[in-house]
C-alpha cells in the first residue's frame, strides 16, 4: 500500500527542486514585482495596495510614447522575421547537401549574444560604418553626414536590424523542423492534380505549419519586447523602449521612484501574457474549424 | 529545374554570407589600428586590443575566468535539477501536469528584467545580493526552460523500460541511475549542458541587476565598450567571447555528444 | 527456483481493471505459458511477479513466501522485454554480467558464466560486440543469456518468439526448451500464438479479460477444455447440447420423460471433428452413440476430408474431419458414430 502512493507522488517529488526554484525566484519575481507596483513596499513603510501608481504611469506621454515605440519595434522585427524566416526555411527544404548550412545557422545566434549582435549592427549600420563607406565609394554620397541615420534612429531601424540578425535563423530552424516533417506525398499529389509550386506552398505547406510560425512569432515578439541589451545599446535616447525605460528609472536609486518602475516592469509581463492568451485562444478556434 | 536549383542556392549562399559578413567585420576591426572613414581597409594594422585584452590590470582574463565559473556551477546546478524534472515530465502522466508545463515554459516568455527587478529586493534582504550565490541563483530563470524542456524530450525518447529491465536484474536506484540512466540520457544532458554555459556566459542585464557591480563577469566589461562605441576593443572582446563560447562548445560535442541528437533545440 | 502461487491479484488501469482475481500456481522448475488475446492482462501478470506493477490486491508468494512487499531488484524474478532491450552503451560481455556486477559478483566469477552462457546460446566468442551489431535472434538469445546470469528465482518471458522472423522461431523454441531443461528455470512465458504455446510449455494457463480460464497440459486442454472459448482457442470444435442421465446423453434431451426428470443434468458436449466417424451400415456399441445423418458438404484436402452432416435429431450440423478417406457425396444419407469417451462436457 505504501508503495502505490509512493508512486503516485513520485513525478511531483523528482519535479520538487525545479518547482522550487521556479515558484521562488520566477513566480516569486512576478509576484513581488506585482505587489510592487500596487504600491505594497514594506521596505520603503508602503503598506497600502493602490492602483495610483498605474493611473500616473499608463496616463503618462513618457510611458505611452514608449509603448508605441516598443510595440513597433517588435511587431515589424516580428513580421518581417517571420516572413524572411518562413521564406529560406521554404528554400532549405528545397536543396540538398544543407547539413553544414544548417549547423552554420544553428550554432550561430546560440553563441552570438546581444551585445555582440548589437557591435556588428553598430559597425555596419552607423554613420561611420562599413554600409556608409561602401555608399562613399559607389558615389552615392561625398560626406559621412549624407548617409542616413539607420542606428539610434527614431524609427528604430538599428534595432529591428540586430533583432533580424539574431532571429531569422531560430525561425527558419523552427519552421524547416516542421516543413521536413510534413509528408513529401502530399506534394506529389497536389503537383499531380495540377498545382503549381506557388500554390503547393500556398495550400499545402503554408497552413501545415501556420501553428509553429504563429508560435514563432509569439515567441520573438514577446522576446523582442522584454529584451534590454539590443534597444540599450541601439536605441535612440527618445523615445526608449518599456525595457530601457524600466531600466534607467530602476537604476536611478530614488526608491521612491520604484513603483512607478514596477508599473512599467509589470506591464511588458502583462501584454507578453494577454499576447500568450489570445495566441491559445486564436489558435484553438483555428483547430476547431479546420478539423 | 536545374536553374532553379541555381538561384536556390545563390539564395542561400547570399542568407549565409549576410550572417557571416558581420562575424568577418569584427575580426578586422580586431586588428585594425587606424581606421577612419571612408576608407574600405584599415589604413594599419595591430595588436593593441589584445594588449590591451591581456594586460591584467584591466581585469579581462579575470573577468572571463568569472564569466566561466558562475557558468559551470549554472549549468550543474541547472542539469541536476533538470534530470529529475525532465524524467517526470518526459515519462509519467500526473494530475497538474499541463500547469507545470507552462510554468516550466513561461521564463521564455516573460521579460527576465520584470522578474529580476521583482526579486531583487528579496535578494538584498536575504544577503544575495552582490554576490556569487545570487548571480548564480538569478541565471537559474532563463536556463531552467530549455535544459527542462531537452531532458523532457531525452526521457520521452528513452522510455523507462531499460531502467524497468535493469530492475529485474537487481539493480537499486543508485546503481541504475548510475549503470543505465546516466549514461543513456548522456547526449541530451550535454546538449543541454552546452546550451544552459552559453546562456548564463551571455547574461548582462541579470547579472548586473544581482551581481550590483560587485561580480564582474566578462559581458560587464564588453558592454561598455560596445555602448562607448570603442569599435576595436569591443571587436576583441567580442571574439574572445565568441571564441570562448565556441571552444566551450566544439569541446563538448567532440569528446560527448552525438551530433545527430542535438539538433531541435532552440535558443533566441 | 521456485514454486510461484499467485492468490486473487488485481489490478485497475485508470478504473479498467486488467485483472481480476488471478488465481495461478507454477510449479518448480516447471514452464507455463500464458496464452489469451492482448489485452487480457498476461504481460500484467509478468509485470505484477516481477513487482514492475504493485498490485490492488492479492498475494504474489515464491515457494510459499509472500514477494510482494519485495521491491523488484531484490525479488529474483527477472523479466526479459519483448523488445529485448539489450544495454545500447554496454557491450555483450558486460550487457550478460550487469545483473551480477551489480549483486558484487567478483570480476573472474563473471567472467566465466558469461563463457558459459554464451555457449550455452550458441553465440561463443560474442562478448566484445556492441548490441547494435548483432541480429534481432542474436539480441533475442543475449537477453535470454543475460537473465540467466543472476540464477533467477522464475524467468519471466513477455512474447520471447512471436517477434522473431518465421526462420528463426522454431530455433529459438527449441533454444527456450533447452535452456529450461538443462539450467530447471521455474519460467512463465506469455504469448498469443497457440502453437508456441502447445509446442514450449508444460502446461498453459488461458487467459481472458483478466482471468484464467483453465490451467493444463495441452492434451488436457485440447481434449477437455472446461468452456467453449478455451475449446474454441485449441481447435475446431462441435457442440451438441443435451441432457445427460448417468452415462447415457440425449440430444436435445428428447426422451419426453426426461424433461420432468430432475436428476437430468443439461449440458452441453463439445468433441472435435477427428473424432467423429461415418460409416454407410450402423453400428453399435455401448460408448458410441450413433445418429442418422446426411452429409451436406463436402471437401476434399488431400490427406483428410472434411464434411458437414446434418443429423436428424440434432439442430446444428457437425463437422467431421475423416483420415480414412471414405468416400460420400454430398446428399448421401450415412450413420454418425460420436465416441462419449472423447467428449467433454461443458458448462452452460
Known amino acids: 500500500m505504501f508503495k502505490f502512493r509512493f508512486n503516485k507522488w513520485y513525478p511531483y517529488l523528482l519535479l520538487s527542486p525545479a518547482l522550487i526554484v521556479l515558484f521562488l525566484l520566477f513566480l516569486g519575481g512576478v509576484i513581488l514585482g506585482l505587489s510592487q507596483s500596487l504600491g505594497y513596499f514594506p521596505v520603503l513603510g508602503l503598506e497600502e495596495p493602490t492602483f495610483k501608481y498605474y493611473l500616473e504611469v499608463w496616463s503618462s506621454t513618457e510611458f505611452l510614447n514608449s509603448l508605441v515605440f516598443s510595440l513597433f519595434i517588435s511587431f515589424t522585427s516580428a513580421i518581417l522575421t517571420t516572413i524572411i524566416g518562413v521564406f529560406f526555411a521554404y528554400q532549405l527544404l528545397k536543396i540538398k547537401n544543407k547539413n553544414r548550412i544548417i549547423n552554420f545557422l544553428y550554432k550561430l545566434p546560440i553563441i552570438v549574444p546581444h551585445i555582440i549582435a548589437s557591435l556588428m549592427v553598430f559597425l555596419i549600420l552607423t554613420q561611420s560604418g562599413i554600409l556608409s563607406r561602401f555608399a562613399y565609394h559607389l558615389g552615392l554620397i561625398e560626406e559621412i553626414a549624407e548617409f542616413p541615420r539607420l542606428v539610434f534612429d527614431k524609427n528604430g531601424f538599428g534595432i529591428i536590424a540586430a533583432y533580424l540578425w539574431k532571429q531569422i535563423p531560430f525561425v527558419v530552424l523552427m519552421v524547416y523542423t516542421v516543413l521536413k516533417q510534413i509528408n513529401g506525398s502530399f506534394e506529389a499529389a497536389a503537383k499531380n492534380l495540377g498545382a503549381s509550386n506557388s500554390q503547393v506552398f500556398r495550400e499545402i505547406y503554408l497552413p501545415l505549419t501556420a501553428p509553429s510560425i504563429g508560435s514563432a512569432f509569439i515567441i520573438i515578439f514577446a522576446f523582442s519586447l522584454g529584451s534590454f541589451e539590443i534597444p540599450y545599446l541601439l536605441g535612440p535616447t527618445y523615445p526608449q523602449t518599456l525595457s530601457v525605460l524600466a531600466y534607467k528609472k530602476y537604476i536611478s536609486l530614488d526608491l521612491t521612484q520604484r513603483p512607478y518602475t514596477m508599473v512599467i516592469a509589470t506591464s511588458l509581463t502583462m501584454i507578453t501574457v494577454i499576447l500568450i492568451m489570445i495566441y491559445r485562444k486564436i489558435l484553438s478556434l483555428i483547430s476547431r474549424y479546420h478539423l | 529545374m536545374f536553374k532553379k536549383n541555381i538561384y536556390r542556392k545563390i539564395i542561400l549562399y547570399a542568407l549565409i554570407f549576410l550572417f557571416a559578413f558581420p562575424l568577418l567585420l569584427l575580426l578586422v576591426w580586431a586588428f585594425s589600428g587606424r581606421w577612419p572613414w571612408p576608407n574600405l581597409i584599415a589604413e594599419s594594422f595591430s595588436l593593441e586590443g589584445w594588449r590591451y585584452f591581456i594586460d591584467p590590470a584591466n581585469g579581462a582574463v579575470e573577468s572571463l575566468a568569472t564569466s566561466v565559473i558562475i557558468g559551470v556551477a549554472v549549468t550543474f546546478i541547472t542539469l541536476l535539477i533538470s534530470i529529475p524534472a525532465g524524467k517526470a515530465m518526459g515519462l509519467y502522466d500526473f494530475p497538474g501536469k499541463g500547469a507545470v508545463k507552462i510554468l516550466v515554459l513561461a521564463p521564455l516568455i516573460v521579460p527576465p528584467l520584470a522578474v529580476t527587478m521583482g526579486i531583487h529586493i528579496n535578494f538584498m534582504l536575504l544577503g544575495l545580493a552582490d554576490k556569487f550565490i545570487g548571480v548564480i541563483l538569478v541565471h537559474l530563470i532563463p536556463t531552467l526552460p530549455y535544459s527542462i524542456r531537452i531532458m523532457t524530450h531525452t526521457f520521452e525518447g528513452l522510455g523507462d523500460k531499460f531502467e524497468a529491465q535493469a530492475r529485474v536484474l537487481g539493480a537499486g536506484p543508485l546503481q541504475r541511475f548510475i549503470h543505465i540512466t546516466l549514461p543513456l540520457i548522456s547526449p541530451g544532458l550535454f546538449s543541454a549542458g552546452i546550451l544552459v554555459f552559453i546562456i548564463s556566459f551571455s547574461q548582462y542585464l541579470l547579472t548586473f541587476l544581482i551581481g550590483g557591480g560587485r561580480i564582474i563577469t566578462f559581458t560587464m566589461l564588453l558592454f561598455p565598450l560596445v555602448n562607448s562605441g570603442d569599435r576595436m576593443l569591443a571587436a576583441v572582446y567580442s571574439l574572445v567571447f565568441i571564441a570562448a563560447a565556441l571552444i566551450f562548445t566544439l569541446l563538448m560535442e567532440r569528446v560527448l555528444v552525438n551530433p545527430a541528437e542535438k539538433r531541435d533545440h532552440f535558443y533566441i | ?319 467431421v474431419i475423416d483420415y480414412n478417406l471414405s468416400n460420400f457425396e454430398a446428399g448421401e444419407e450415412v450413420f454418425l458414430h460420436i465416441p462419449l469417451a472423447k467428449a467433454a462436457y461443458l458448462k452452460e
Open chain 3, 1 to 319: 527456483m521456485s514454486r510461484i502461487t499467485i492468490e486473487n491479484l488485481s489490478k485497475k488501469f485508470d478504473q479498467k481493471e486488467v485483472l481480476k482475481n488471478l488465481n495461478l500456481e507454477v510449479r518448480a522448475e516447471e514452464m507455463v505459458a500464458l496464452l489469451g488475446p492482448s489485452g487480457c492482462g498476461k504481460t500484467t501478470t509478468l509485470k505484477l511477479i516481477s513487482g514492475l506493477l504493485a498490485a490492488d490486491t492479492g498475494d504474489i508468494k515464491f515457494d510459499g513466501n509472500s514477494v510482494i512487499e519485495l521491491p523488484t531488484e531484490k525479488r529474483g524474478a527477472v523479466l526479459v522485454f519483448q523488445e529485448n532491450l539489450l544495454f545500447p552503451h554496454l557491450n555483450i560481455e558486460e550487457n550478460i554480467a550487469f545483473g551480477l556486477k551489480m549483486s558484487g559478483v567478483e570480476k573472474k566469477i563473471r567472467t566465466s558464466r558469461v563463457t558459459e552462457l554464451l555457449e550455452l546460446v550458441n553465440l561463443p566468442g560474442y562478448q566484445k560486440r556492441m548490441p547494435g551489431e548483432l541480429s534481432g535472434g542474436q539480441q533475442q538469445r543475449i537477453a535470454l543469456a543475460r537473465a540467466l546470469a543472476v540464477n533467477p528465482r522464475v524467468l519471466l518471458l513477455d512474447e520471447p518468439i512471436s517477434n522473431l522472423d518465421a526462420n528463426l522461431r522454431e530455433e529459438m523454441r527449441e533454444l527456450i526448451r533447452k535452456i529450461h531443461e538443462e539450467e530447471n528455470m521455474t519460467t512463465i512465458f506469455v504469448t498469443h500464438d497457440r502453437e508456441e504455446a502447445l509446442l514450449v510449455a508444460d502446461r498453459i494457463a488461458v487467459m481472458k479479460n483478466g482471468s484464467l480460464e483453465q490451467i493444463g497440459t495441452p492434451e488436457e486442454l485440447y481434449r477437455s477444455p472446461v468452456n467453449r472459448y478455451v475449446a474454441n482457442f485449441f481447435g475446431q470444435a462441435n457442440y451438441i447440447r443435451g441432457c445427460k442421465l448417468g452415462d447415457e446423453f440425449y440430444p436435445d434431451c428428447q426422451n419426453t420423460e426426461l424433461k420432468h426428470d430432475q436428476e437430468a443434468e443439461k449440458k452441453l458436449v463439445m468433441i472435435r471433428p477427428e473424432f467423429l466417424h461415418l460409416t454407410k451400415e450402423e453400428f453399435s456399441d455401448s460408448d458410441l452413440m450413433v445418429l442418422k445423418s446426411k452429409i451436406i458438404k463436402r471437401s476434399y484436402a488431400g490427406e483428410r476430408i472434411y464434411y458437414q452432416v446434418e443429423a436428424d435429431k440434432l439442430q446444428d450440423p457437425l463437422r
